[in-house]
């Protein structure tokens, strides 16, 4: 989930460049991990920026699903 505006397309008469108003940085990424059991959604868990094996590994120790 983040808020990039996305230029797809555009345009201005041949020959000239394209130009829009854009900012070159992105904002914050939030991720959201859950699990779906029985038709509810179940420990829902967000964490900005990346998703890697430490916040995934974090995740399913809250769960009480590790040995």
């Known amino acids: 989930m983040d808020a990039r505006d996305d230029y797809a397309y555009g345009w201005c008469k ?3 460049r394209f130009l829009a108003f854009k900012s070159g940085r ?9 699990a779906y059991c029985q038709q509810q959604l179940m420990a829902p ?3 900005e920026g990346a998703c890697n094996r430490v ?12 040995h």
């Open 45 to 47: 868990f967000t964490v």
């Open 14 to 16: 041949r020959g000239q």
């Open 55 to 66: 916040v995934f590994e974090t995740w399913i120790s809250t769960l009480g699903l590790t």
């Open 26 to 34: 992105r904002t914050g990424r939030v991720n959201m991990i859950a």
